[in-house]
């Protein structure tokens, strides 16, 4: 009778170990996350990855998160390298945005968004006009005067060709009145990079999202001049391009996307991770950290978003004589 019992119990215990198993790898598929961040570290593409990571962890649909920063070309070359790299893994995110849609716009790489697989919408944010502190420019009028005598002697410092940031700085040469080809751009592979250029004095003016840049525009390390917002950020009290004569307004936006060859299924649970994620404390923290606006859209819906995005800032380009 013991014997029975125990080869019952035994095999109670081999059919529950076996169905242990099987669960292992449905509980993993949400342990270990991998964001690619298409930029160098501290800019805004590395705070919203890494943002976004402790969020999904603080949301139990993340046990760990690895992060890979691979700058270059508005995004582009870690998303070459996300695309060729994580074909099929369900957990696998990359950080996207507007100025990666416009470096695809502009430099025509082999790999765009199209061969990886849209998940959400996240944010939006605002840029911010800044010179260092002991610059002679105390205005956005005083460098617009400036480039209107002698445009190559304004050195402006941003993100990568075709990002909001250049597209900025074309949109304010236009409204000036100065051959949008003539202005002298420095392009820099994240918001780390450029800050030290600026600090340095390497550039005349720089734009970064406003978040990268208040640290030093409170402790007077940076002068900030204008913001590219409609309407003053709050908590701030820096004009914007409007105010200061210059019809120029434009926003950037940042989601992720997730890997080529995953199933409907797994993007509607990507989906979901991320939705779940943006309801936590820690990113309202995020956002409020770095004066970001909440723009969540997931879906049909987001992929529509970029398709029109991208058509969009194709035809400002042009518009702009940058194509």
């Known amino acids: ?166 597209v900025s700085v074309a949109m304010i040469a236009r409204e000036a009145g100065v051959d949008v080809a003539k202005i002298n751009y420095v392009p820099f592979k994240g918001g780390g990079e450029a800050t030290a250029a600026i600090l340095g004095g390497h550039v005349t003016v720089g734009t970064s999202g406003y978040a990268e840049m208040e640290e030093f525009i409170k402790t007077g390390k940076l002068r900030a001049l204008a913001v590219t917002a409609p309407n003053r950020l709050r908590g701030s009290q820096v004009p914007t391009l409007i105010e200061q004569g210059l019809n120029v307004s434009i926003g950037n936006w940042r989601g992720v996307y997730g890997a080529p060859g995953i199933t409907p299924e797994q993007q509607r649970k990507l989906a979901d991770a991320v939705v779940k994620a943006t309801k936590t404390q820690a990113w309202s923290e995020t956002l409020a950290a770095n004066n970001w606006t909440p723009a969540l859209l997931t879906g049909d819906e987001f992929a529509k978003f970029v398709d029109e995005e991208h058509a969009r800032l194709r035809a400002l380009m042009v518009k702009l004589g940058m194509l």
Do not use: C
């Open 1 to 166: 009778m013991r014997r029975i019992f125990l080869r019952h119990l035994t095999g109670a215990a081999v059919a529950l170990a076996g169905a242990f198993a099987l669960a292992v790898p449905a509980a993993q598929a949400q342990e270990n996350f991998k964001i690619m961040i298409g930029a160098n570290p501290g800019g805004g593409y590395d705070q919203t990855g890494r943002g976004l990571g402790r969020a999904l962890q603080e949301a139990g649909v993340a046990g760990s998160i690895t992060y890979e920063n691979k700058g270059g070309a508005g995004g582009t070359i870690g998303l070459a390298q996300f695309v060729n790299a994580s074909k099929g893994d369900p957990n696998a995110l990359v950080v996207v945005g507007a100025v990666m849609v416009g470096a695809i716009v502009q430099n025509k790489p082999p790999i765009t968004l199209a061969q990886a697989t849209p998940i959400a919408r996240l944010l939006a944010e605002y840029n911010v006009f800044v010179v260092p502190v002991n610059s002679p420019f105390k205005t956005m009028k005083d460098v617009v005067e400036q480039m209107k005598k002698d445009p190559a002697s304004v050195k402006w410092g941003g993100g990568s060709k075709g990002s909001v940031d250049h």
